[in-house]
Antibody, heavy 118, light 112 residues
Framework: QVQLVQSGAEVKKPGASVKVSCQAS????????INWVRQAPGQGLEWVGW????????GYARKFQGRVTISRNSSLNTAYMELRGLKSDDTALFYC???????????WGQGTLVTVAS | QTVLTQPPSVSGAPGQTVTISCTGSSSNIGAGYDGYWYQQVAGGAPKMIIY???NRPSGVPDRFSGSKSGSSVYLTITGLRAEDEADYYC????????????FGGGTKLTVL
């Protein structure tokens, strides 16, 4: 069965960077894009960006451009999201989710809580 | 700010029907982009329940249906059940965001 398993919770200081992983199983990793979505405590969903594992092409929401990098290690069927210059309002759950091109996000990871605090 | 507008909350009694609206504009839903709906139960990850405006993934009960009209998409839930209590989010794409995905602000459904 399709599964996206994310790395564990992180606590970071303001200004630091965090790198969250998302390991895929149960399907051919290269056939589906990986998207990342942020959800601040008690707030809604916010799209961060996407990556095509086959080509390595990426796209980012304007809000995060310059501060986020999505990458992959295809030999590990794993995608990564690195967010730099962390601020307190980056404290959130980050989800990875799968999509085939411009379609819906059909499978989601369990979420990774990133806490930014001094 | 979000480019897709949803009501913050809706409610209904068990067995009733509720409809959640998601209003966009000519740069997203009105431009022909499809709408998607996700259900997020408290403490859980979102789950896609409608794709391509009106299609249900395998395993989603037929009590859930979607539709599109103009620049809006709608999620209708018939025969409300206690387990339907959740947050619901619409999603589409927006030309003003360079074709990026855009989510609505979410609607909290309370089953009375």
């Amino acid at each position: 069965q399709v599964q996206l398993v994310q790395s564990g919770a992180e606590v970071k200081k303001p200004g630091a960077s965090v790198k969250v992983s998302c390991q895929a199983s149960g399907y051919t990793f290269s056939n589906y894009d990986i998207n990342w979505v942020r959800q601040a405590p008690g707030q809604g969903l916010e799209w961060v960006g996407w990556m095509n594992p086959k080509s390595g092409n990426t796209g980012y929401a304007r809000k995060f451009q310059g501060r986020v990098t999505i990458s992959r290690n295809s030999s590990l069927n794993t995608a990564y999201m690195e967010l730099r210059g962390l601020k307190s309002d980056d404290t959130a759950l980050f989800y990875c989710a799968r999509a085939r091109g411009w379609t819906g996000l059909d499978y989601w990871g369990q979420g990774t809580l990133v806490t930014v605090a001094s | 700010q979000t480019v897709l507008t949803q009501p913050p909350s809706v409610s209904g009694a068990p067995g009733q029907t509720v409809t959640i609206s998601c209003t966009g504009s000519s740069s997203n839903i009105g431009a022909g982009y499809d709408g998607y709906w996700y259900q997020q139960v408290a403490g859980g990850a979102p789950k896609m329940i409608i794709y391509g405006n009106s299609n249900r993934p395998s395993g989603v009960p037929d009590r859930f249906s979607g539709s599109k009209s103009g620049s809006s998409v709608y999620l209708t839930i018939t025969g409300l059940r206690a387990e339907d209590e959740a947050d619901y989010y619409c999603q589409s794409y927006d030309d003003r965001l360079s074709g990026s995905r855009a989510f609505g602000g979410g609607t909290k459904l309370t089953v009375l």
